[in-house]
């Protein structure tokens, strides 16, 4: 149940090794920020000689420093003090490939697709597993359950798609848990009574064949008759069905018939539940009901769950905050930025400052690397012609986000750096994005830019 809800667990938190990922926290706040007191206090403790990444706990140690805060990682003992900014050419922005042939040869690629700072932004410390370099517990959680779940379970059990086949259906918690209960056999039908010696009959009190899942969820008599009578778009026949996943992984993908007005999946979903739902009755009560009951049922709860859904208020549309915005000052420079990436050769055209575009550039790992470059160089080049007050446009919306925010991505981290430096050095500088049908002058050049360099 600890395994993520991805790996077919039901995503309860281990414990043990959330308090791990939590304590982490700390060794990452005393390394970002060796200022602060708690850092100040343990570093002139315990860290006399060696530093805080290299040192081993000794006997007299606290409890907490021992058992808790012990760092670990990263680098191998000769590099542990090597920079990003050793590897650059002196008084220069530009990688030195001597060095990295020297030093990290096995890593060049990797390292070149870096866009070093323009600005000598400083070295810094980041963490690898979240996408703003920052540690957070939740990050550090999942990382050690990387690790753990590669050690103890070297051979998955299923490949079931259990986002798909559960938790991303549109139907409630509880049917998703009955699903994933029942794709996990763990449901109280006949069969496992038998299997766990409790004496009750392991037999269906339909049609006294073996009970399993998959039998009362689809080969039971009485299960086809319902599956016949349900409204879906095309006929699903249960007959071959063996286990619940077969069953599961085709009902799935049928819609419902137009009247029912629900999803596809919505409906086999509900119709798993109530077929369960009455079996029980049937056992405990000995109340029976008609294929038509049950299906009456599934159908009507399926409905009121998808009706229930479209009253839920949702989140503004895109639209209408671009709509809202304030009308632009006159007297602001208005400067329009894209990028043309291409997947294979990594490469961009890149368009910025009014109609002009630069050369372009190459080993870019995504287009939102190739945006930023892009507005740097916009920033940058508005910097050199004067401009004081500044508008920057980009269909990129995730960037436009990540910049208005002050945000931070591992991947663009320098050049991200630069546009905070540099627009700092403004009287004002506001970026927006604009949907990329309003963008077309700058696509078209940032295209031809990519074009010219490839013929
Ligand atoms: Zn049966």
Same mark, same amino acid.
């Given at each position: 149940?600890?395994?993520? /809800?991805?790996?077919?667990?039901?995503?309860?938190?281990?414990?043990?090794?959330?308090?791990?990922?939590? #304590?982490?926290?700390?060794?990452?706040?005393?390394?970002?920020?060796?200022?602060?007191?708690? &850092?100040?206090?343990?570093?002139? /403790?315990?860290?006399?000689?060696?530093?805080?990444?290299?040192?081993?706990?000794?006997?007299?140690?606290?409890?907490?420093?021992? =058992?808790?805060?012990?760092?670990?990682?990263? &680098?191998?003992?000769?590099?542990?003090?090597?920079?990003?900014?050793?590897?650059?050419?002196? +008084?220069?922005?530009?990688?030195?490939?001597?060095?990295?042939?020297?030093?990290?040869?096995?890593?060049?690629?990797?390292?070149?697709?870096?866009?070093?700072?323009?600005?000598?932004?400083?070295?810094?410390?980041?963490?690898?597993?979240?996408?703003?370099?920052?540690?957070?517990?939740?990050?550090?959680?999942?990382?050690?359950?990387?690790?753990?779940?590669? =050690?103890?379970?070297?051979?998955?059990?299923?490949?079931?798609?259990?986002?798909?086949?559960?938790?991303?259906? /549109?139907?409630?918690?509880?049917?998703?848990?009955?699903?994933?209960?029942?794709?996990?056999?763990?449901?109280?039908?006949?069969?496992?009574?038998?299997?766990?010696?409790?004496? #009750?009959?392991?037999?269906?009190?339909?049609?006294?064949?073996?009970?399993?899942?998959?039998?009362?969820?689809?080969?039971?008599?009485?299960? /086809?008759?319902?599956?016949?009578?349900?409204?879906?778009?095309?006929?699903?026949?249960?007959?071959?069905?063996?286990?619940?996943?077969?069953?599961?992984?085709?009902?799935?993908?049928?819609?419902?018939?137009?009247?029912?007005?629900?999803?596809?999946?919505?409906?086999?979903?509900?119709?798993?539940?109530?077929?369960?739902?009455?079996?029980?009755?049937?056992?405990?009560?000995?109340?029976?009901?008609?294929?038509?009951?049950?299906?009456?049922?599934?159908?009507?709860?399926?409905?009121?769950?998808?009706?229930?859904?479209?009253?839920?208020?949702?989140?503004?549309?895109?639209?209408?905050?671009?709509?809202?915005?304030?009308?632009?000052?006159?007297?602001?420079?208005?400067?329009?930025?894209?990028?043309?990436?291409?997947?294979?050769?990594?490469?961009?055209?890149?368009?910025?400052?009014?109609?002009?575009?630069?050369?372009?550039?190459?080993?870019?790992?995504?287009?939102?690397?190739?945006?930023? #470059?892009?507005?740097?160089? &916009?920033?940058?080049?508005?910097?050199?012609?004067?401009?004081?007050?500044?508008?920057?446009?980009?269909?990129?919306?995730?960037?436009?986000?990540?910049?208005? &925010?002050?945000?931070?991505?591992? =991947?663009?981290?320098?050049?991200? +750096?630069?546009?905070?430096?540099?627009?700092?050095?403004?009287?004002?500088?506001?970026?927006?994005?604009?949907?990329?049908?309003?963008?077309?002058?700058?696509?078209?050049?940032?295209?031809?830019?990519?074009?010219?360099?490839?013929?």
């Amino acid at each position: 149940m600890a395994k993520s /809800k991805k790996q077919g667990g039901l995503g309860f938190k281990d414990i043990s090794t959330f308090n791990d990922a939590l #304590l982490a926290k700390l060794s990452w706040r005393i390394l970002k920020n060796p200022s602060c007191l708690l &850092a100040r206090c343990l570093i002139g /403790k315990y860290c006399k000689e060696e530093d805080f990444l290299s040192i081993q706990a000794s006997k007299s140690s606290s409890y907490g420093w021992k =058992e808790q805060l012990r760092p670990y990682g990263p &680098a191998p003992k000769t590099l542990k003090d090597l920079k990003v900014s050793d590897l650059m050419l002196a +008084n220069s922005t530009d990688w030195d490939h001597k060095k990295i042939d020297t030093i990290l040869p096995f890593h060049k690629q990797v390292i070149l697709q870096i866009k070093p700072s323009i600005c000598n932004a400083p070295d810094e410390m980041v963490w690898l597993k979240s996408a703003s370099g920052v540690y957070t517990a939740k990050s550090g959680y999942k990382a050690q359950g990387e690790t753990t779940i590669t =050690e103890e379970a070297p051979v998955p059990e299923t490949n079931i798609d259990w986002l798909a086949n559960v938790w991303k259906l /549109k139907t409630s918690e509880k049917v998703k848990v009955f699903l994933w209960n029942s794709l996990h056999d763990a449901l109280p039908v006949g069969k496992q009574s038998a299997i766990r010696n409790i004496p #009750l009959t392991s037999r269906c009190p339909r049609c006294n064949e073996v009970e399993s899942v998959a039998h009362v969820l689809f080969t039971c008599s009485y299960a /086809k008759k319902v599956w016949t009578l349900a409204p879906l778009a095309w006929r699903f026949d249960p007959s071959p069905v063996i286990t619940t996943r077969n069953g599961q992984e085709t009902l799935r993908l049928i819609p419902s018939l137009h009247p029912t007005g629900v999803g596809p999946g919505t409906l086999s979903a509900s119709i798993c539940w109530d077929l369960w739902i009455f079996r029980n009755h049937l056992v405990f009560q000995k109340r029976d009901f008609t294929p038509e009951e049950t299906l009456l049922k599934a159908t009507r709860e399926a409905r009121e769950w998808t009706i229930s859904q479209d009253q839920l208020p949702k989140p503004q549309s895109h639209a209408n905050r671009i709509a809202q915005d304030p009308t632009l000052d006159p007297n602001r420079t208005c400067m329009y930025t894209d990028a043309a990436w291409n997947p294979e050769s990594r490469c961009a055209g890149l368009a910025g400052p009014s109609s002009s575009h630069s050369a372009p550039d190459t080993s870019l790992t995504s287009p939102l690397m190739a945006e930023t #470059l892009a507005l740097r160089s &916009a920033l940058n080049s508005a910097l050199h012609r004067g401009i004081n007050t500044l508008l920057i446009r980009s269909d990129s919306q995730n960037l436009i986000n990540l910049v208005n &925010a002050k945000g931070r991505h591992l =991947e663009i981290a320098s050049l991200l +750096n630069d546009i905070y430096l540099i627009s700092s050095l403004f009287a004002d500088v506001k970026f927006k994005f604009i949907p990329r049908l309003d963008n077309s002058r700058a696509d078209y050049v940032s295209k031809q830019a990519l074009l010219m360099y490839q013929t």
